[in-house]
RNA sequence: GGCCUGUUCGUCUAAUGGUCAGGACGCAAGAUUUUCAUUCUUGAAAUAGGGGUUCGAUUCCCCUACGGGCUACCA
C-alpha cells in the first residue's frame, strides 16, 4: 500500500520564516447572502495575511450556473467594504492573476483536467444524471469509485475506440478523479493537527462538469497554485473533500507548492442542532447576513446586521470571539489589535453556537466607546428616517456623548435622542398624576419665572436653584424631579434631567413646562 | 448506514499531570443613580460516562454515549 504523506514540520507553520509571501483567498459563490460563517472566514484570513504583510485575495467561485444569482458579487463587495475587511485582488480592484471571477477562467482548467486524464488520474464518464440517480436509487451506499466505476460507462470500463467514438460525436460527459483503492492520506492543519483519511472511502468526484465548467474540487486547487495561495482557510465543511484536493495537488505536480490548510469551525444553531441558517434568523428573531439583503426574484428581505444598527467593529469583534481568543480576559479589541494578535493556532476546533445577546452585549460595548463624533453620521441617519433633522453637528456629537451608554443598538438613539429635536408626544402621567398636588403646581410657576431670569443655563446651576426652589416652599426636591422629567421627555428614561434640561435650552425649557402644566391640572 | 471530526457553567471560552477549575454573556440579589441605562459588589452555574496509564488526571490512551460535518455534474 502506497502511503502518501503530506507532514509540513512544525517550522513550516511560522510563515515568517519562509521566504514567500503569505498569500490567502476567500473564494465565496454569488449565490446569496453574505452570511455570518462566511465574514468570519474573511475576518480570519484577512487577519492572517495582514498579521504577516501579506496579500488577501477575493476570488469569486461562479462556476454554478444553476445557483449563480445576479447581484450577489457586488453584495458580497459591499459587505467587506462595510467590514472594512478590502481584498488587496478582485474583479473589481484586479491584479496580477486576474481574472478573479472563475467563469471567466474557465478555459484555463480544461487543460488540467485533460492533464490528469493523460496521466491516468482522471477518466471521462458518459453517465447521465437519471442513470446516477437510478443507481444511487436502487444500490444502497451507492458511489461512483473502485467498486461500481467498472461496470458505469466511462473511459475507464469503455474500449478505446468506443471512447473515441463517444467523444467525438460530442457525447455529453464529465471527467472525474480516479480514487486510489487503497491509499492513506495524511495532512497536517494548522487547527486540528494531523488528519487522515482512506482515500477509497471517497467517491470518483466530478471535476469537469459536463458544460465544461470545473467543480470546487478541480478550480480550488487550479486556482490556488496559479495564484501562488500559500494558506488555505475554509469552513470545517470541506473537510472530507481535503483528501481530493491533497490527491490534485500531487497529480498535478504542484504538491511542493501547496498551501497550509485550516479547517475553521462551524458557527451553530444557538438552539437545537446544526449549521445556523437563514432561517434561524427568521425563526430566532436575528440576523445571519451581514447586511440586508434582498431577493429580487421572490422579493425577501433577509435583514443584516449593518441595517439593525450594528458597529462594523463590533461585528467584526463578536465574530473574532467565536473560536478564537488571545488566551486572556480581553474580548474587546480593534482590528487592528486582532491582526497583531491573532494566531491561527489558538482558533478552536470545535463549532460554537451563535449566542446573538453576546452579540448585541459587543455592539453596546462599542457605542459606549465610541467618541459622538465618530458616531454622528450614523446617528444623523437614523434621526432623518424618522423625519428628525440633526443639522448642528456640535449639538449632536454632545447628545450622542450624553446617552450612548444607554444604546445597545444604533436604532436605539432615536429612542434616547428624539425628545430633544421634537416635543414629546405622549406623557406617561401615571408616573406622577397620583401624587400631585397644588403645591407641586405652584412650585413649577415658580420655576419658570426662575429660569426666565436666568442668563445662562448650566445643569449645575439649574440643578442647585431647583432643588433650593424645592426647600423653599417645603417640597422634596425628589418628588418634582420626575414631573419635571415627564414635562421635558414624557417618559421615565433618559440621563440627568438637568442635563436633559442644559441642553434643551431656556426657552424650550419653560415651553415644555408650560405645555405639560395643562395635562397635570385637569379644568375643574 | 459509511467516513471524518468534536465534547469544560445555559452560551462563548481560559487553564494545568497537583488550581478554591478562571473570565465573559445571560440570570439572580444588593449598592449607586430620587427615572431608565451605565457602573460597582455578590451569588447560582461546568470538566459527558466508563475503563486504563500515573503517587495524582479535567489534562495522556482506549471504549461508550452524544453533537457536528460530508456522503451532488452545489459550493
Known amino acids: 500500500m502506497e502511503r502518501l504523506s503530506v507532514f509540513p514540520t512544525k517550522t513550516y507553520l511560522c510563515p515568517t520564516m519562509s521566504d514567500k509571501k503569505v498569500r490567502v483567498r476567500f473564494a465565496p459563490s454569488p449565490t446569496g447572502g453574505l452570511h455570518l460563517g462566511g465574514v468570519r472566514t474573511v475576518l480570519f484570513n484577512y487577519l492572517f495575511a495582514k498579521k504577516y ?37 478582485s474583479p473589481i480592484a484586479g491584479g496580477q492573476y486576474a481574472p478573479y471571477r472563475q467563469s471567466e477562467r474557465k478555459a484555463i482548467y480544461r487543460e488540467y483536467a485533460e492533464r490528469l486524464v493523460s496521466q491516468g488520474h482522471a477518466y471521462y464518464a458518459f453517465d447521465t444524471p437519471e442513470e446516477l440517480e437510478r443507481n444511487r436509487k436502487e444500490i444502497p451506499n451507492f458511489q461512483y469509485g473502485h467498486a461500481y466505476r467498472n461496470g458505469l460507462r466511462n ?48 467517491d470518483d468526484k466530478v471535476l469537469l462538469k459536463a458544460d465544461g465548467m470545473p467543480t470546487y474540487h478541480l478550480a480550488v486547487v487550479v486556482d490556488d497554485y496559479l495564484m501562488k495561495i500559500t494558506h488555505a482557510f475554509r469552513g470545517e465543511e470541506w473537510l472530507p473533500s481535503a483528501p481530493v484536493h491533497l490527491l490534485l495537488w500531487e497529480y498535478l505536480g504542484w504538491k511542493a507548492d501547496m498551501p497550509q490548510w485550516a479547517h475553521l469551525p462551524l458557527i451553530l444553531k444557538p ?69 497583531e494578535k491573532f494566531s491561527m493556532e489558538r482558533v478552536h476546533n470545535s463549532g460554537a453556537k451563535f449566542d446573538f445577546e453576546k452579540a448585541k452585549w459587543f455592539n453596546a460595548e462599542w457605542i459606549k466607546r465610541s467618541e459622538g463624533g465618530s458616531l454622528k453620521s450614523e446617528v444623523r441617519k437614523i434621526l432623518g428616517d424618522k423625519g428628525i433633522v440633526a443639522s448642528d453637528d456640535e449639538y449632536l456629537i454632545s447628545l450622542i456623548d450624553l446617552v450612548k451608554e444607554r444604546c445597545t443598538l444604533l436604532p436605539d438613539f432615536y429612542h434616547q435622542l428624539s425628545y430633544f429635536y421634537e416635543q414629546p408626544k405622549e406623557y406617561d402621567l401615571n408616573a406622577v398624576k397620583p401624587k400631585w398636588t397644588d403645591a407641586k403646581t405652584e412650585f413649577f410657576k415658580s420655576f419658570i419665572s426662575l429660569l426666565g431670569k436666568r442668563e445662562d ?15 423653599e416652599k417645603g417640597l422634596k426636591a425628589g418628588e418634582l424631579m420626575l414631573p419635571f422629567r415627564i414635562m421635558l421627555v414624557g417618559g421615565k428614561f433618559g440621563p440627568h434631567v438637568f442635563d436633559i434640561a442644559a441642553l434643551l435650552g431656556k426657552e424650550e425649557t419653560i415651553k415644555r413646562i408650560e405645555k405639560a402644566q395643562p395635562l397635570l391640572n385637569p379644568p375643574l
Not at 485575495?57 to 467587506?80: F, H, N, S
Not at 460527459?173 to 472511502?201: A, C, L, W
Not at 449593518?306 to 479589541?333: V, Y
Not at 443655563?457 to 426652589?469: G, I, R, T, V, W
Request: charged share 25%; with cysteine.
Open 53 to 89: 504583510k501579506g496579500d488577501f485575495v477575493l476570488r469569486v467561485e461562479d462556476t454554478d450556473q444553476g445557483r449563480y444569482v445576479e447581484g450577489a458579487e457586488k453584495y458580497i463587495m459591499d459587505c467587506l467594504n462595510w467590514c472594512g475587511l478590502i481584498p488587496d485582488e
Open 155 to 202: 473511459s475507464l470500463s469503455l474500449k478505446t475506440h468506443q471512447v473515441q467514438q463517444l467523444l467525438d460525436g460530442g457525447e455529453p460527459h464529465v471527467i472525474r478523479i480516479k480514487m486510489p483503492e487503497d491509499e492513506t492520506i495524511h495532512f497536517y492543519d494548522m487547527i486540528r493537527g494531523n488528519v487522515s483519511f482512506e482515500t477509497g472511502q471517497s
Open 271 to 339: 438552539d437545537g442542532h446544526g449549521k445556523l441558517s437563514k432561517r434561524d434568523g427568521a425563526r430566532l428573531g436575528f440576523p445571519v447576513y451581514a447586511m440586508n439583503w434582498l431577493d429580487e426574484k421572490t422579493g425577501d428581505l433577509t435583514p443584516g446586521f449593518r441595517e439593525l444598527g450594528f458597529l462594523p467593529e463590533a461585528f467584526l469583534n463578536l465574530l473574532a470571539m467565536l473560536g478564537w481568543n488571545d488566551g486572556t480576559d480581553n474580548e474587546i479589541f480593534t482590528l487592528d489589535e486582532l491582526i
Open 457 to 471: 443655563f448650566l445643569a449645575p446651576d439649574l440643578e442647585q436653584s431647583f432643588k433650593f426652589l424645592a426647600e
